[in-house]
């Protein structure tokens, strides 16, 4: 099976929001293939952060598509908010939708509002089975390896086996891991089929920001190929 290419999504969470103009500039330059988004409303996770004005303004300047995660109870109120605001990819939670049926609802939404590539993300007690039925609607799926809500997490390899499953069952488009990425989490990822890597503190605390995204793209790239050898 012919996976996607290996994608470095670096979460703005763990960036200076003071300076969010040049922060995003600085990781475009460093090599951000995506810019990942963490929007949550206090309610599915406890935490907030940004929400449709600001990612609109991050839209505006922004040269890479954004990657927008959504950890908020009621993305059908907020789709149109959010793909107008920019969202090239827009992930909502699988336990929000609460059953395949709901889920297809809401990619319908996301779809009937011009959003290109719709994402499905489960949290990691969550079984990756609970998918099955809409795999075939979406673009993506988001395995999160820490519970939603901050930045800084420990990775949880438990985690590993869902993406297996995914792409066991033929599943061949993106499958992406956000929390707790870094230089010896990353590969274990990539081997198991990963190909859109998120990381926050991993890329916005690094001392050089190009080597480290340089660096989790060739160990993303040789651990694809030596579990393909
Ligand atoms: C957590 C967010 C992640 C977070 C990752 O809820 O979804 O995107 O920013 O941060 P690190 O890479 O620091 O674990
Ligand atoms: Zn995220």
Redesign the pocket.
Known sequence: MKLPPNLISP????CDFAKLAEEIERVENAGADWL?V?V?DGHF?P?MTIGPPVVEAIGKIAARPLDV?L?ITDPLKYAPDYAEAGAHVLTFHYEVAGSTAGAREIVRAFRGVGVREVGVSVKPKTPVEVLAGILDDVDLVLV??????????K?MPEVLSKVRWLRERGFDKHVEM?????DKTLPLCAEAGTNVF??????F?AVDMAATIRGFRESAERARTAAHA
């Open positions: 979460s703005l969470l763990s990942h963490d949550m996770v935490n995660h950890m999160m390896s820490v519970e939603p809500g901050f930045g800084g997490q990775f956000d929390g707790g990425l870094n998120v990381a926050g503190s991993a890329i605390g």
